[in-house]
């Protein structure tokens, strides 16, 4: 029996060409699934869509765009039995490297054919789904300087560049953090609170990676004073997270809960998934298990959840370490790395008017 889905499709996402990837799925999809093909607009978003095919009774939608397309279609999925498949074409695809999706078109198409699903948490953030992590500081100011003309031009370079930028007027922020009857008080410059985030949203690593599906979010809080601090820091956060280990570092505090409130002086903005939409105060609380995704078969999801559950949050999990990957997370990390450095000497000649 053929299959049928709706396929969300964003026209102007990333920096591809639109008409040519949508060709491609197409010809990828359709000898086996039967196509609602719907695009987002200026005016009717992923979401609307979503609503609209939830209406004539789809099992299946395919949300093919950046994080703003596929979080937008997700957080109308949280809770339902509908699947959600992911063919990312966005600038940082993030939502789907968090959740171990592969990042080509082919790829994509070829796991959602294959129809393997993964229940995965979500979250609810002042009342607004999140899947993979929102911002507070750093992030969501560099996310909110990166503008589409930026990221059509120059992709994810778009994001480093505005991250200079902002390490130019940096502050810190006080910030007080609620749980489970604890009152937190810090002076920050990035709080992250993530669900699923790949290795490259490295401010939001402090336990050296994230679970999708342990019923708990990952909360990570910078105190470093000033910029140097705040690069060495970085660095720090983005090679752990490549090894997968918990960070240990004087300017990094982090713990896992399921729900928490946090309150800032001054105000400061909200990034949800990629996106500047709201401001603090906010309340975010883990929704486990709610949206089941097509996500390749991951023999490590088990084992993954185990070491969730037994280690203290303190320890340094060793064990985690795929040593496969260990050269090739190393020369990530040596690139970005670099980059960081890059991004040090620029703050520099900037700051000394060159
Ligand atoms: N046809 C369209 N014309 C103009 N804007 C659109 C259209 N369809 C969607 N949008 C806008 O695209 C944005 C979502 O983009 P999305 O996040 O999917 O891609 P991206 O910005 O390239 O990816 P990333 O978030 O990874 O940088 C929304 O703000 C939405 O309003």
Redesign the pocket.
């Known amino acids: 029996m053929t299959r049928s889905a709706c396929l969300i499709f ?6 591809g060409d639109p008409k040519q990837e949508l060709t491609q799925i197409l010809s990828l999809l359709t000898p086996k699934i039967d196509l609602d093909i719907k ?4 005016e ?3 979401d609307q869509l979503a609503q609209q095919a939830i209406k004539k009774g789809v099992k299946t939608i395919i949300a093919s ?8 279609v997700a957080g109308v999925l949280i809770n339902s039995d509908i699947r959600l498949g992911i063919i ?8 789907a490297s968090a959740l171990g999706i592969p990042n080509t078109i082919e790829e994509q198409c070829q796991i959602i054919l294959e129809g393997k699903t993964k229940v995965v948490d979500t979250a609810l953030c002042n009342d607004k789904p999140m899947i993979v992590l929102a911002a507070i500081g750093l992030e969501a100011e560099t996310i909110k300087q ?1 503008e ?1 003309e930026m ?2 031009n120059l992709g994810q370079l ?1 994001y480093i560049l505005s991250g200079v930028q902002q390490l130019q007027t940096l502050e810190k922020f006080d910030v007080e953090i609620n749980h489970e009857n604890q009152k937190i008080r810090l002076g920050a410059i990035a709080v992250s609170i993530a669900n699923a985030a790949p290795p490259t949203s490295f401010l939001a690593q402090g336990p050296g990676r994230t679970i999708a599906d342990d019923g708990l979010l990952d909360i990570t809080v910078i105190t470093s004073d000033n910029v140097a601090e705040t690069v060495a820091t970085s660095y720090h956060l983005l090679q752990k997270a490549l090894l997968n280990n918990e960070t240990e570092h004087q300017d990094i505090t982090h713990w896992r809960t399921k729900k928490m409130t946090i309150t800032t002086n001054p105000p400061q903005r909200i990034a949800i ?3 500047v939409v709201c401001q603090t105060p906010l309340t975010i609380e883990c929704m486990p298990k709610s949206l089941t995704i097509f996500a390749p078969a991951q023999p490590s999801d088990e084992s993954s959840k185990q070491e969730a559950n037994l280690l203290p949050l303190n320890s340094n999990n060793k064990s985690a370490i795929n040593v496969s990957n260990v050269k090739t997370s190393f020369a990530i990390s040596g690139l970005l790395g670099g980059l960081l450095i890059l991004m040090f000497f620029a703050y520099f000649l900037s700051v000394r008017g060159f």
């Open positions: 964003n026209p102007v996402a990333g920096q695009k987002t607009t200026k009717i978003g992923a765009g950046g994080d703003g397309t596929i979080s937008a990312a074409r966005g600038t940082a695809n993030a939502f990166a589409r990221k059509d778009a998934d990629g996106d």
